[in-house]
């Protein structure tokens, strides 16, 4: 049986736990205000799931989803992850995270700098660009017409196969966008953002309406991206 640490278990988090028990994986759960405060979700997700502390989710993981605010990366365990793959789901908000100079002067990506902390984790970003209800409501199975791509970016192309399969099992497509530098195309404020899967109006929020993105969508979405010093 293959498991799941989450170091992180919000929205994004606890939607991919749901999806992960669902198609048959132990998942361990972390967040940073302790174990305890999981056990309702545990409940939830029944006998697949347990709580731990974030090293004890990182060691336990086969694969690793490090699903917090980009100001929290620096209390990502790092011996734990050590040669694991890790999906990195952050997103840079100034306003929640403080600004940071590289990100600032785009001289770096987010998942760079997560990659930089997990000097030896083999990292690939993903999730980052949909809303956590549109996770849980698109997930397909395989072969379904109306099946859903997620875009992942990654330096290490055994770590992009590991995460296209995970992705597979609950229920998306992988689309590869590149290597991590090239992550900035599906960052905030981008149109490959949350609002690839919205079917309405982006200005109310949260979304009322959902669609399925395929690859041509997210491909025209991809190409339409501008660098922030651009806009």
């Not at 992850?81 to 100034?94: A, E, F």
């Not at 770096?108 to 999730?127: D, I, M, N, W």
């Not at 017409?145 to 995460?163: C, F, P, Q």
Request: glycine letters at 8%; aromatic letters at 6%; a negative charge.
């Amino acid at each position: 049986m293959t498991t799941l640490g989450l170091i992180g278990s919000g929205n994004i988090g606890s939607t991919v736990a749901r999806l992960a028990v669902e198609a048959g994986y132990d998942v361990v759960l972390s967040n940073s205000r302790g174990p305890e405060t999981l056990t309702d979700l545990v409940d939830e997700l029944g006998d697949s799931a347990r709580a731990g502390t974030a090293a004890e989710a990182a060691a336990a993981g086969d694969l690793v989803v490090v699903t917090v605010p980009l100001r929290a990366v620096d209390d990502v365990p790092v011996e734990e992850l050590r040669g694991k793959v890790v999906i990195d789901t952050c997103n840079y908000y100034p306003q929640r995270d403080g600004h940071i100079a590289a990100l600032d002067d785009e001289t770096t990506t987010t998942s760079e700098l997560v990659q930089a902390h997990l000097p030896e984790s083999r990292v690939v970003k993903g999730f980052n660009n949909i809303y956590f209800e549109h996770l849980r409501d698109l997930a397909r199975p395989a072969g379904a017409e109306d099946r859903s791509v997620l875009a992942i970016a990654g330096d290490d192309a055994e770590a992009k196969k590991t995460v296209t399969e995970f992705l597979d099992q609950i229920g998306y497509d992988a689309y590869d966008v590149g290597p991590l530098a090239e992550g900035w195309r599906f960052q905030r404020d981008t149109p490959a953002y949350a609002g690839l899967y919205v079917d309405g109006d982006l200005s109310v929020w949260p979304p009322q309406g959902v669609r399925r993105a395929d690859a041509d969508l997210l491909r025209e979405k991809l190409a339409e991206a501008k660098r922030y010093r651009d806009l």
